[in-house]
């Protein structure tokens, strides 16, 4: 089946900086990219996500980028501020069109 | 009001008990999933239904039973909760296979 990995597990930046967070995913099938972000006390939350025919997506200070070769996909958040500060999930849908998630980063960012 | 709660938001409890976690949605989505998170392993699927008469196991179902009682219901019940148990447990719902999932606030759980 289809494993997501997911780094680095924790990352610390200060504010206005930018932060990075990369997944590798196993199936080539897997054509969905979705990233989610979990604050304290609250569930995840979708924040941007990608599909296997775009290359790159941008959200305001948010982007997501894609290699479908080498099988990995990257978050990038530039500009970064005290409320970026939380748990990053990245996940790819498999074949059986369920998602399979990374075991998260946890992104803190120092005033 | 949230398009997705669940209920109880904590509980403690003992091994040994049966537990019932609970799901609601107002978003009128036919798919539900069950989700465990444990630090350092994300999010493990545990079952998941795609109307009310079809229910699918997941990655980590031993243990765990489901009840899709409505479209907008969907129940997860530990018939004798054990320790490993211990986890923040996350309902979802989704339009179709094809685009994201909405997660509700989790229900925290500690098997004693």
């Known amino acids: 089946g289809e494993n997501v990995e997911q780094h680095p597990s924790t990352l610390s930046v200060q504010e206005g900086d930018s932060a990075v967070i990369k997944c590798t995913y196993s199936?080539?099938?897997?054509?969905?990219f979705p990233w989610y972000k979990q604050e304290l006390g609250k569930g995840p939350q979708l924040i941007i996500d990608?599909?296997?025919?775009?290359g790159e997506k941008k959200d305001q200070r948010i982007a997501v980028t894609l290699n479908k070769t080498a099988k990995h996909f990257s978050l990038h958040i530039t500009e970064t501020q005290p409320e970026d500060s939380a748990v990053y999930f990245c996940?790819?849908?498999?074949?059986?069109?369920?998602?399979?998630f990374g075991p998260g980063t946890r992104l803190s960012v120092l005033p | 009001d949230a398009d997705v709660t669940q209920t109880p938001r904590n509980r403690i409890t003992k091994t040994g008990k049966r537990i019932m976690l609970e799901c609601s949605q107002t978003?009128?989505?036919?798919?539900m999933y069950w989700y465990r998170q444990d630090p350092g392993l994300g999010l493990r699927l545990i079952y998941y239904?795609?109307?009310?008469?079809?229910?699918n196991k997941g990655e980590i179902s031993d243990g765990y039973s489901v009840s899709r009682q409505a479209q907008a219901k969907f129940s997860l019940s530990l018939e004798s909760a054990i320790p490993n148990q211990t986890a923040l447990y996350f309902c979802?719902?989704?339009?179709?296979?094809?685009?994201?999932?909405?997660f509700g606030p989790g229900t925290r759980l500690t098997v004693l």
């Open positions: 239904s795609f109307d009310v008469k079809d229910i």
């Open positions: 979802a719902t989704s339009v179709d296979g094809l685009n994201e999932q909405f």
């Open positions: 990608i599909r296997s025919n775009v």
């Open positions: 978003k009128g989505h036919d798919r």
């Open positions: 996940a790819s849908r498999d074949y059986g069109q369920n998602f399979v």
């Open positions: 199936d080539s099938a897997s054509n969905y």
